[in-house]
C-alpha cells in the first residue's frame, strides 16, 4: 500500500493534500491520543459494509464521550458520499482501505459547550479486492509481564491504546515471532498485539474471546460470528473466556482484523495447527465483500 505524496485526504470535509501540515501541536489527538479510528475496505468507491462500521464508529465516540456530527449518521448517504468522492479523487480505481479518525481538537471543561470535533479520512490503494491467506502460517507467542487492563475503550479503534501492542509487537520480532497473544490481567486471552481478533477451531464449533475480556469489536469480528459460521455450519462460541490452556484442544487458529484480513497461524510455541476451515473462511469472507462491489 504505497503512499504517494501528492494524493488527498480530508480534513472535515475539505481536501488536502497529504503532505501539507494542517495540526497545531496542541492537537489533542496528537498530544493525548484523543482519538478514534475505523477502517473500511472498499471495492472500487464502494464502502463495503459502510453501515456496520459507521455504527462501530459512532459506539467509540459516544463511549469517549464525543458529540457525534449529524452527517456520522450517514441518513441520506452524505457521509458515505464524501468518502467515495475522496476515492475517485485519489484515482483509486479497484480496492482501497479507508482510514478514518475521529478526534476531540478542543476539550471544552465544565461548561455547556460542546467540544470541538473534528475528523480525518484518507485512503491507501489495495493491490486486489477482499482479503487473501497467507501462504506461510504466523508463528505465536505469549510475551510475559505484559497483561492487559481492560477498560471503557477497549473494544474500540484508538491512538491511545495501541502503544501496549505496539511495545509487545516490537518485543516479538525480538523473540523471532511474528506476533503475541495478549492475555488480561484475570488471564485470559484478548487478541494478538499486531494482528487483531483471535479465533480457535474445535471441530465444527469456532470460539473467539467475549467483549467483556477487552478485545476489539471490530466490524470482520461480527461478520464472521454472525454471517460466515452459520453459513458454514459451525457453532460459533463469543460468550466465555479463554485460557493459554483451552489451546491444546484446538485444532486450528486465525487472526481477524478488517486492516489486516485473516491470517492463518501455523504455531503457537511448539504447537502446530491446520488451515482447512480458515481457507474456508477466507474464501467466504472474500465473496461479502466481492458482493459489496
Not at 464525543?66 to 479497484?94: H, Q, V
Not at 479503534?157 to 495501541?162: K, P, Q
Amino acid at each position: 500500500m504505497a503512499i504517494s505524496s501528492n494524493t488527498y485526504l480530508l480534513l472535515n470535509g475539505n481536501y488536502h493534500s497529504r503532505s501539507s501540515t494542517m495540526f497545531h501541536i496542541s492537537n489533542r489527538a496528537f498530544a493525548f491520543g484523543d482519538s478514534v479510528v475505523e477502517y473500511v475496505h472498499t471495492c472500487a468507491d464502494r464502502l463495503c459494509f459502510i453501515d456496520r462500521h459507521l455504527q462501530h464508529l459512532r459506539d467509540a465516540m459516544a463511549a469517549a464521550a464525543m458529540d457525534i456530527p449529524r452527517k456520522f449518521y450517514n441518513r441520506e448517504g452524505e457521509f458515505a458520499t464524501e468518502i467515495s468522492k475522496l476515492i475517485t479523487k485519489n484515482r483509486i480505481f479497484y480496492g482501497s482501505l479507508v482510514t478514518i479518525v475521529v478526534f476531540r481538537s478542543k476539550f471544552v471543561p465544565l461548561t455547556t459547550k460542546p467540544d470541538v470535533i473534528e475528523y480525518v479520512i484518507y485512503c491507501e490503494p489495495l493491490d486486489e479486492l477482499g482479503y487473501r491467506l497467507n501462504d506461510i502460517g504466523l508463528r505465536l507467542g505469549l510475551i510475559d509481564g505484559m497483561a492487559f487492563s481492560a477498560s471503557l475503550m477497549s473494544n474500540f479503534f484508538t491512538h491511545d491504546n495501541s502503544i501496549d501492542r505496539l511495545v509487545i509487537y516490537k518485543k516479538c520480532l525480538a523473540a523471532n515471532i511474528d506476533d503475541a497473544l495478549i492475555v488480561n490481567t484475570e488471564g485470559h486471552i484478548v487478541e494478538t498485539a499486531g494482528n487483531g481478533n483471535i479465533f480457535f477451531v474445535k471441530g465444527n464449533t469456532l470460539f473467539t474471546p467475549p467483549l467483556a475480556s477487552g478485545c476489539k469489536d471490530d466490524v470482520i469480528r461480527r461478520i464472521i460470528l454472525e454471517v460466515v459460521a452459520p453459513e458454514m455450519g459451525l457453532t460459533p462460541v463469543c460468550d466465555r473466556p479463554l485460557h493459554i490452556n483451552d489451546l491444546k484442544h484446538i485444532d486450528e487458529m486465525f487472526t481477524a482484523s478488517t486492516l489486516y484480513g485473516i491470517q492463518w497461524v501455523a504455531a503457537y510455541k511448539t504447537q502446530r495447527f491446520m488451515r482447512a476451515k480458515t481457507t474456508a473462511i477466507i474464501n467466504k469472507i472474500s465473496e461479502l465483500y466481492k458482493a459489496q462491489q
